[in-house]
């Protein structure tokens, strides 16, 4: 039923569409529905094409800084574990899925899109965990303890939301492909770690390394965690 679902926010954008299951080469732990490119047998067509750029749907591809983001916080368990997260723009629910697998007291996914709402909860089905669902931002919980972004800088225009995280809880975990330098000195960066979106877009290079910050308490974080915080 899920998958019926998805298929038919999908084919509202691309009448060939359809999902599969797959799991991101860039986190490979997670299972996801995402769009199956064995669909495309040759090149969109012009109104598939003009269709794609009016209303992407950003939640049936997994981006780079994502699959990096999960990734990280599934081999670092205690930045979110036993705490209220709240996952930003959350797309397929990748980030939110492991939040949840890590270990973390509440999740709770926020998108505007409630296409990509109805993939977080298929997603965290298919992986046997249990996601919170938030269509606004200014409805989420007050009482967040970490704050999760990934790909949200991709519009210069967004930069303000760095400073709305750190004000709307104490800790911060960010993921960016986009902007080699944040301007905000409260983000220190962990690592850079090398991904594509899956299914891959054939994106510039550049977008392909991925910058992962955190922001705020360090408190609870493991040995390796610490060492990361110093790189």
Same mark, same amino acid.
């Given at each position: 039923?899920?998958?019926?679902? $998805? !298929? =038919?926010?999908?084919?509202?954008?691309?009448?060939?569409?359809?999902?599969?299951?797959t799991?991101?080469?860039?986190c490979?732990?997670?299972?996801? *529905?995402?769009?199956?490119?064995a669909?495309?047998?040759?090149?969109?067509?012009?109104?598939?094409?003009? /269709?794609?750029?009016a209303e992407p749907?950003? &939640?049936?591809?997994c981006?780079?800084?994502?699959?990096?983001?999960?990734? &990280?916080i599934?081999?670092?368990?205690? &930045?979110?574990?036993?705490k209220?997260?709240l996952?930003f723009?959350?797309?397929?629910?990748?980030?939110?899925?492991?939040?949840?697998? /890590?270990?973390?007291?509440?999740?709770?996914?926020?998108?505007?899109?409630?296409?990509? $709402?109805?993939?977080?909860?298929? !997603?965290?089905?298919?992986?046997?965990?249990?996601?919170?669902?938030?269509?606004? &931002?200014?409805?989420?919980?007050?009482?967040?303890?970490?704050v999760?972004?990934?790909?949200?800088? *991709?519009?210069?225009?967004n930069?303000p939301?760095?400073?709305?995280?750190? =004000? /709307?809880?104490?800790?911060?975990l960010?993921?960016?492909?986009?902007?080699?330098?944040?301007?905000?000195? /409260? *983000?220190?960066?962990?690592?850079?770690?090398?991904?594509?979106?899956?299914?891959?877009? !054939?994106?510039?290079?550049?977008? !392909? =390394?991925?910058?992962?910050?955190?922001?705020?308490?360090?408190?609870?974080?493991?040995?390796?965690?610490?060492?990361d915080w110093?790189?």
């Open positions: 039923m899920s998958e019926d679902c $998805l !298929n =038919q926010h999908l084919r509202k954008t691309l009448a060939r569409g359809r999902v599969a299951v799991r991101p080469a860039g490979e732990r997670i299972a996801l *529905y995402l769009f199956d490119p669909v495309l047998e040759g090149p969109l067509s012009h109104d598939e094409a003009q /269709a794609v750029v749907a950003y &939640w049936s591809f981006w780079a800084s994502g699959q990096v983001l999960a990734n &990280w599934l081999d670092n368990p205690l &930045w979110v574990k036993g209220r997260v996952d723009g959350s797309g397929s629910g990748i980030v939110a899925v492991a939040a949840a697998m /890590a270990g973390a007291r509440d999740v709770i996914a926020c998108d505007i899109d409630p296409a990509a $709402l109805e993939a977080v909860h298929a !997603n965290a089905e298919l992986n046997g965990v249990s996601v919170g669902l938030c269509s606004d &931002w200014a409805d989420r919980p007050r009482d967040l303890d970490v999760t972004a990934a790909d949200v800088l *991709y519009d210069p225009d930069r939301l760095l400073q709305v995280f750190r =004000q /709307a809880a104490p800790r911060v960010l993921a960016d492909s986009r902007m080699k330098v944040l301007g905000d000195h /409260a *983000y220190c960066k962990q690592t850079v770690i090398e991904a594509r979106t899956w299914p891959d877009l !054939n994106e510039f290079e550049e977008f !392909n =390394q991925v910058r992962i910050y955190v922001a705020g308490t360090t408190s609870g974080e493991t040995e390796a965690g610490k060492k110093k790189k």
